[in-house]
């Protein structure tokens, strides 16, 4: 496994991140794996290096942290391990219950260390993003953590570009602890990062962790065959709104044919596209049986050459700037 540096920290994180959204409670997703099941997926992400792991407190209403505890904690030494989570989906049903007010973050992050059964959070990062946010006290409350030693690295997940522009702005004016990482949605058949804020981040030395890089499945096999139905592409009401244009299936028609002439799975040449791209720190996948561990593992070591970016680019249609989603 290759190791690199979490943007310009000095956090070290594998080349890959296990992201456990399918860890906690099928009542919650029904793709979603149990504790047991659970267990073999991240043994197998260990056994191969991966030292990065990322979760929510949102995920199965808290449970996948749980799983993370039992599966990797009660295996590892905490300080073997880089543990990512996530603040500001709602956790409750009252008006602060969800969010970014200092009092929402300072309750969340003790309940997700509770769940997760440690002292500390290596990497702490706002989720969905509300536009309504005072983003000075998001930052001040972020760095009171930093400060306490509850969080070790700020980070933050998909919003507009120029609101993380104003994060890191108020953070280094405030000499507040700064955001380390950006964690967006980004792959072959999404690629609206790329207009401002992978330059932003790429310019300003900060980590890309992509998430949904095989596009939450969808650019694994032609989704448009039944025998290629699984529960999630069944039930995941985001893949079905957010991919499935005629572009997103001519960009799976380019990938299939990269695979084919290398021998290898679309997937594997979707995250080694996602991987390979520049900034790109260390994608986050999910997997619900060991061998999507032992693909994705493969195609770190994937080399795509010109030819075959070129084809993959050329069937790619751009989303227009209000389309919804990340």
């Known amino acids: 496994m290759e190791y690199v540096r979490l943007g310009y920290s000095n956090l070290t994180i594998s080349r890959l991140g296990l992201g456990a959204m399918g860890f906690g409670d099928r009542a919650w997703r029904e793709w979603v794996l149990d504790e047991a099941a659970s267990r073999s997926i991240v043994r197998s992400a260990l056994d191969h290096g991966i030292n990065f792991f990322d979760t929510c407190d949102f995920y199965s209403a808290g449970r996948s942290e749980e799983v993370l505890k039992a599966t990797l904690l009660n295996d590892v030494p905490r300080h073997s391990v880089v543990i990512a989570t996530k603040v500001g989906n709602p956790m409750h049903s009252h008006p602060n219950g969800r969010g970014y007010s200092r009092k ?6 003790e309940a997700s260390l509770r769940r997760l059964g440690t002292d500390y959070i290596d990497l702490y990062q706002t989720h969905i993003w509300n536009p309504h946010t005072n983003l ?13 030693g509850k969080v070790l690295y700020p980070g933050a997940t998909t919003m507009p570009a120029w609101t993380f522009c104003r994060l890191d702005s108020i953070s280094r004016q405030g000499r507040y602890a700064r955001f380390v990482s950006m964690q967006c949605e980004y792959n072959p058949a999404h690629r609206e990062a790329e207009r401002e804020m992978m330059p932003f981040c790429r310019a300003e030395g900060i980590g890309l962790v992509p998430f949904s890089p095989i596009a939450r499945g ?3 096999a032609d989704r448009r065959l039944a025998q290629h139905a699984s529960d999630r592409t069944r039930t995941d009401d985001y893949t079905r709104k957010h991919y499935g244009r005629e572009a997103d299936y001519e960009v799976y028609e380019a990938i299939a044919k990269v695979a084919e002439d290398r021998g290898v799975s679309p997937a594997q040449v979707s995250l080694a596209w996602t991987a390979q791209r520049p900034g790109v720190t260390a994608p986050i996948f999910g997997a619900t049986e060991v061998r999507h561990v032992d693909e994705a593992v493969q195609a770190i070591g994937l080399s795509l050459d010109e030819a075959a970016v070129a084809s993959i680019a050329a069937a790619y249609s751009p989303r227009p700037l209000d389309a919804p989603g990340h």
Not at 104 to 109: L, T
Not at 136 to 148: G, I, K, Q, T
């Open 218 to 220: 969808f650019l694994a």
């Open 136 to 148: 000075e006290e998001l930052v001040e409350a972020f760095d009171s953590l930093v400060r306490a």
């Open 104 to 109: 929402h973050i300072i309750e969340a992050v």
